[in-house]
Every structure is written in structure tokens, then in C-alpha cells.
């Protein structure tokens, strides 16, 4: 939706409707919680976490109308309702459980079969309208932690490398990666910034290099 808001100088403002997906321990949660209130949620929300925020650049405003719908039991029962208006799909996976990747994938392929839309390809038989689809790897911070990663080596496995990340997002058609880390704030600012560029490619590259940061192994393709 569209309309002219005083507010913001009489700019144009859209709204875009953007829904959080991810299995238990994703960290999508931590990462709106830290977009919202700029703090670390250390504990898991037990119902819905809903968030308006707005970015104006010029004389265009964008209203960012984003929801956590809480556990994997409630996404997939109130998911498939909610899929008629979404505009942006946020698919996060935790980057130091590769687990995590799959069971996001599996959230994503259900809401797809209760959806009208082709969730994670390109496909002509379905809406050419389809959310747009981000995928988030958080906790990124945890690349760096000594104990995780001598944890994950006992234990024969490894973070996902952003390269891997990457290619799992490309592997869905996703208009975007990112990597975020919610404990210390980092990329989560920009996420949204990057959001919000999808739909305004005409001003995005003036804030490219500013939302480049790589020191998390943040990547936009």
C-alpha cells in the first residue's frame, strides 16, 4: 500500500510486508529484537514480535512492516494466512548449526505448498509476483568464538563459511544474502537498509559501500 504522509515531508510512503522464518535457535528473534530496541534478546519470544519501522531517503519514505511469528508451531499454523500480503520473506539460519539451514529450508517449503506462490524459484507456473526472498545467516559473531569452534571440531562439523551461505541463497533464487550477528549489533541496521534498496534500486547504489561489511562476511549479490 501507498500514500502521501505528512510526516515525512509529504514524502511517498509504501509499505512493505516482511515476514521472519526460521527453525528454533535461528536467531530470527535476536535480530528483529536487535533491529527494534539495539539489544540482545537472550531468550526465546514465546508469541508473535511485530515491528514498524520506517526509512526515508529523499523524498521517498518506506514503512517496514516486519513480523516474527514466534516458534516453528505457530509459523506453521498461522504462516500460510499470512502469505497473501507478505512482500519480503526473511529465511535466517543460525551460521554455527548447519542443521539450522535445513529446518529452514523445510518452514519455507511448507508455507510453499500452502502458498500461490513459488517460494524459492523463479517458477512461470505460479505468480510472477512472489515475495521476494533474504536469506540471513546470523549469529555470525560465533565465527570468531574460540569455543564454538573447538566445540564444532570435537564434534567433526564447522560454521558455514559465507561463500556456503551464499550459494545455499542462490541455490533458492534469493534477491539477497546477509550475515548479521543480534549480540553485537552488527549488519542488522543494514539488513533492512538492503531490504528497503530492493525495492528502490534507483538510490542503491549510493549506499552500497556503506552497507558492504565484510568483517562479519556480510555479501550482497
Known amino acids: 500500500s501507498s500514500g502521501i504522509n505528512a510526516e515525512y515531508g509529504g514524502s511517498e510512503v509504501d509499505t512493505v510486508n516482511i515476514l521472519l522464518l526460521g527453525g528454533p535457535g535461528s536467531g530470527k528473534s535476536s535480530l528483529l529484537f536487535s533491529y527494534d530496541r539495539g539489544v540482545f534478546l537472550n531468550t526465546p519470544l ?3 514480535l511485530h515491528v514498524e519501522r520506517t526509512i526515508t531517503r529523499g523524498k521517498k519514505a518506506q514503512t517496514l512492516n516486519i513480523i516474527d511469528a514466534g516458534p516453528v508451531s505457530r509459523i506453521l499454523q498461522v504462516g500460510p ?8 520473506i ?10 539450522s539451514m535445513t529446518t529452514a529450508l523445510n518452514v519455507l517449503n511448507y508455507l510453499e505448498l500452502h502458498s500461490e506462490d513459488c517460494l524459492c524459484c523463479p517458477c512461470a ?7 521476494k526472498l ?3 545467516g546470523t549469529k555470525a559473531d560465533l565465527r570468531f568464538n574460540q569455543d564454538v569452534l573447538f566445540e564444532l571440531f570435537d564434534s567433526q562439523k564447522s560454521v558455514v563459511d559465507p561463500i556456503e551461505g551464499k550459494e545455499f541463497a542462490e541455490s533458492l ?19 533492512f537498509h538492503e531490504i528497503f534498496n530492493l525495492f528502490n534500486p534507483g538510490i542503491l547504489q549510493r549506499f552500497r559501500n556503506f552497507t558492504r561489511r565484510f568483517s562479519l562476511g556480510s555479501l550482497v549479490f
Open 46 to 48: 514465546p508469541t508473535e
Open 125 to 131: 507456473t505460479k505468480s510472477v509476483l512472489r515475495p
Open 173 to 191: 533464487w534469493a534477491s539477497l544474502y546477509w550475515e548479521t550477528s543480534a549480540l553485537f549489533h552488527e549488519g542488522v541496521d543494514e539488513l
Open 90 to 99: 526473511v529465511l535466517c539460519y543460525d551460521i554455527s548449526d548447519r542443521g
Open 134 to 136: 533474504v536469506v540471513v
Open 81 to 88: 494466512s499470512l502469505m497473501a500480503s507478505v512482500d519480503v
